[in-house]
């Protein structure tokens, strides 16, 4: 922690932040002052819009815009099934990774490996085969027919990372509970949840970010309003007329669906972090 | 305050290994018994049967002539301190000591849980801690939380778990003292679990020895040491550990590695016909033959002999005497020597010499031992042949005396302050 840092090494470190941090918030910068620019400025060149505009958010959210159909439901759509596939994701692998580590089972580390599998699997590869399975048991375009292809990319790291952390968990603080006075069940409420939590939270988080990002099931597994989620959906974006792009509806939705993300993670940072280094600190 | 019996108590666990076997003790109300062993000899898993964590193959376990086999742990009523404190992290200091009055619902108001906690605190130095969370505590400080939250509650009795092994040397001497204060003040049945025999001697009104799951002896430190019953809990008791030196019984006379000696009319007798027996001497037992006086020395008998490493530690000196072993008792002292933990490195004998003796590494010497205080183990059986019963008898009810008076200063200046 206290180390001091040189000024030579100051400024590199400067210079490095510098560059990672343009490098990774321009190209967001960007879109969103494109979602602000108007449908004739949009091709203007200058990064800034020479005019302000709402027009493309109108154009998405207000009734009577060419999109928001289109998107509100796809926003509903994002929402739901990310949700759902979180919680079930969360509730499963909690009750697995417990399992994992405090009990000793024959092929616990078969049930590790096979989840490690599953989540290094390429995605396009069960896409085809997906398609045509969902569309002969009605899965297709159904909310169940994303959430059950989220739950393979959300539960193999949701294990992964539950387990690592229970891990950490002194379990003898249940027995001591017990000791003092506590029922099973209390022992297990006030000294091993508390401790549990921040874990179980940042598992969510990551959860919900994996479903609500992805793209290539999405645009897939779906073909209408009924299950199509916000990343597929700006792919069907029009413009006003054959020969105009929607970029500036596409940039004003983006701009929305990253709201949530940013909200959460701002929210929750002093969770998020606690949860990730948790193990790095003795006590 | 209680009672604690426990009635042919065996632990088998589930793939057949058999950690306790069949070990009866009663523990007193009020008493501070210490169970030790070395690793594997089943001393923590009996304490997790008398708490409830561990379940009991079969035997009885009474608390306060109750048995409670069968009850959880939280309807039993004791109080334990683990090895690693297994303190709650979320938690303050205060609410780690106050988590059992907690959970006892409506038991008692928030002042009294106020009242309570802070007498915990300033019986073990914690006042200004309270506020702060367990992982800003150095480990001294987490241990005192951790008897912290035992004390707080008026448990039955309290069980420690090796609670010092976290610590280092100083602070666990430290708290060795400390922890036999607060029992003798608090009056509290205590059961404590400890490896190392410092711990079990000075702390104990009574060590029970367990050796692979079975109970040796039971008996006060003093006991243990001068009338110990086999070759185990002599070899486990005292610092350096008893000398075992392989001897031949011909004649009247018996032959150590160091010389052929005679047999005192005392040893002599339980010895019987035996041919060879193993001789077990303290360290201390042993003197440098110049610095004996001239009228002691002739009660004993004085050999030469060449030392090979010496330690001098101001208090007294160690010095280090290699001998050939014996062929027909290797095998068995090697494997006592393993079940003490030890390395089994070389066959050795220590002696304790006064620290005014000038015998240096490498010197040939000549040193003076007193032959009654031999003691004479059968080779097969390991059993001490000149245990003395009545002696032993003796030492035990001095030793309950002697508890029963500290006992009474303890409470009487607890009355005064």
Known sequence: ????????????????????????????????????????????????????????????LTSGGSAQELFLSALRNSIGISLIATVIAVVLATLCAYAIARLN?????????????????????????????????????????????????????????????????????????????????????????????????????????????????????????????????????TGASYFEEPTGAISAAAVVVTIPVVVLVVLFQRQIVSGLTQGAVKG | MASITLKDIVKRYGDGFLAVDNVNLDIAD???????????????????????????????????????NDKAPRDRDLAMVFQNYALYPHLTVAENIAFPLRLAKGKHSEEEIRQKVERAADMLDLREHLDRKPANLSGGQRQRVAMGRAIVRDAKAFLFDEPLSNLDAKLRGQTRTEIARLQRRLGTTTVY????????????????????????????????????????????????????????????????????????ESLASAVGDRGLVIVGLRPEHFEDARLVDPEKKDRGHTFEIQVDVTEWLGAELYAYVPFDMHESVKGQLEELDRELDGEGLRTQFVVALDSASRVRDGDTTELWFDPTKMMIFDPETSENLTRDDEEAERIETDNVEDRRRSLERAQKQEAQV
């Not at chain 1, 321009?26 to 302000?52: A, E, H, Q, Y």
């Not at chain 1, 169940?144 to 990319?153: E, N, T, V, W």
């Not at chain 2, 020895?209 to 809990?233: D, K, T």
């Open chain 2, 30 to 68: 009020g008493e501070f018994v210490i169970l030790v062993g070395p690793s594997g000899s089943g001393k923590s898993t009996i304490l997790r049967m008398i708490v409830g964590l561990e379940d009991i193959t079969s035997g009885e376990l009474d608390i306060d002539g109750v048995r409670v």
């Open chain 1, 105 to 237: 089972f024959p092929g616990k580390r078969l049930i590790l490996t096979t989840a490690l599998g599953v989540s290094i699997f390429p995605v396009v590869s069960i896409v085809t085969p997906l398609f045509n399975l969902w569309r002969n048991i009605g899965l297709y375009d159904t909310w169940p027919g994303l959430i059950i292809p989220y739950l393979s990319l959300t539960l193999p790291i949701s294990i992964w990372t539950l387990a690592a952390f229970f891990r950490q968990i002194p379990w003898e603080l249940e027995q001591a509970a017990q000791v003092d006075g506590a029922t099973p069940w209390q022992a297990f409420r006030k000294a091993i949840v508390p401790l549990a939590a921040p874990g179980v939270f940042t598992t969510a988080l990551i959860a919900f970010f994996i479903a609500w990002n992805d793209f290539v099931y999405g645009i897939s597994l779906t073909s209408t309003s009924a299950a199509r989620p916000v990343p597929a959906a700006l792919a069907f974006f």
């Open chain 1, 1 to 60: 922690m206290g180390s001091v840092l040189s000024t030579r090494a100051k400024v590199w470190w400067a210079v490095i932040t510098v560059v990672v941090l343009v490098g990774a918030l321009f190209p967001v910068l960007s879109i969103f002052m494109t979602s602000f620019k108007s449908s004739s400025d949009i091709n203007s060149g200058t990064f800034l819009p020479p005019r302000w505009s709402v027009e493309n958010y109108e154009q998405i």
């Open chain 2, 193 to 264: 679990v400890t490896h190392d025999q410092t711990e079990a001697m000075t702390l104990g009104d009574r060590v029970a020895v367990l050796r692979r799951g079975v109970l040796q002896q039971v008996a006060s430190p003093r006991g243990l040491y001068e009338q110990p019953v086999n070759l185990f809990v002599a070899g486990f008791i005292g610092t350096p550990p008893m000398n075992f030196l392989p001897g031949e019984v011909k004649g009247g006379r018996i032959e150590l590695p160091f010389g052929e000696f005679d047999l005192p």
